[in-house]
């Protein structure tokens, strides 16, 4: 499979931006958490991102700040 990962960069970014506007100085811990958890699931790849996004809505308990960072990065869904 060819692995995009210019596109994997930027969607990866994207997240973690969204995530420190949405959650703040807790984002760094979330996101690592998430990603490890997604890079030991398969190839990090923009085709398996929803999967990122699934981990981080696990570890966000709050459903209304979870659709605030979804809002953020609608254009990845």
């Keep these: 499979m060819f692995v995009n990962k210019l596109e994997t960069d930027q969607a990866l970014d994207k997240i973690k931006k969204a995530l420190f506007e949405t959650v703040g100085p807790i984002a ?8 490890e958890q997604w890079e030991s699931g398969g ?13 981080i809505e696990e570890e966000i308990d709050d459903q209304k700040l979870f659709a605030e960072f979804k809002g953020k990065i609608s254009s990845l869904l």
């Design 28 to 35: 760094d811990m979330v996101y690592e958490d998430c990603f």
């Design 43 to 55: 190839t990090p790849d923009i085709s398996r991102i929803s999967s990122m996004i699934d981990h």
